[in-house]
């Protein structure tokens, strides 16, 4: 029975010993060997490789859309200035002088000036006004007198007071800052209004340049 047992052992023993050996060298070319299949029994499985791809699903950005440019307008030239500018006069006289110079204070009205005729007593209330005409003497009646003689210094009040003297005078910022006052003076009424006829020139120019306005020579002369 120990002999059976012994023999089994050994027939054990040399199946292990040849399945073992056939599972070392399964190439070898045993006969035996070549109905088993084995499936890499000599090399480790190299892991797999794994390529990343960038992500496909991004949302592209927009398009960049250039604005179209706004186009540049021309700056609007500036209005031409007129060349007769209308403004105001303030003419300062009492009855007598009015009466002899009233055409050709209406020449000037006529020729795109505003005027406005101030008695001496009203004097007060216009004397700061920018542009101002007195026509009369130191020794005129109404108040007017006494204006003339505010506006000339003593030298002048005493020239003009004199028989037959007459004198054109320009004051400037008498009473107020940028003022133009013209003065026409004579002994009498008379002498002022030639005074005034005759400085034409003279006075003609202060005015137009004040109001901006340009007359041609016959028109200045054409009263």
Not at 33 to 39: L, M, N, P, R
Not at 59 to 79: D, F, L, M, Q, R
Not at 126 to 149: M, R, T
Request: include cysteine; glycine fraction near 8%.
């Amino acid at each position: 029975m120990s002999m059976r047992i012994v023999a089994q052992l050994l027939v054990i023993i040399t199946l292990v010993g040849f399945l073992t050996g056939c599972g070392e060298k399964p190439c070898a070319g045993q006969k035996s060997c070549a109905k088993i299949e084995v499936k890499a029994p000599c090399a480790s499985a190299a892991p797999a490789r794994v390529e990343t791809k960038p992500a496909t699903d991004a949302v592209p950005p927009p398009p960049t859309v250039e604005e179209p440019k706004a186009e540049e307008t021309p700056a609007a030239e500036p209005a031409k200035e007129a060349s007769k500018e209308k403004g105001k006069l303030i003419v300062v006289t009492n009855e007598a002088n009015y009466e002899k110079d009233k055409d050709v204070i209406n020449f000037i009205a006529t020729r795109g000036v505003n005027i406005e005729r101030v008695r001496p007593a009203d004097f007060e209330k216009y004397k700061a006004e920018k542009y101002i005409l007195v026509l009369g003497g130191p020794g005129e009646g109404e108040g007017l007198g006494d204006i003339v003689k505010q506006l000339l210094s003593a030298d002048e009040v005493n020239f003009v007071s004199q028989m037959g003297n007459k004198e054109l005078y320009l004051k400037t910022d008498k009473y107020s800052s940028g003022q133009q006052i013209i003065v026409i003076a004579g002994c009498d009424a008379d002498a002022t209004f030639r005074q005034f006829v005759n400085s034409k020139d003279k006075w003609w120019g202060y005015i137009s340049s004040w109001f901006n306005i340009e007359l041609s020579h016959d028109e200045v002369y054409g009263y």
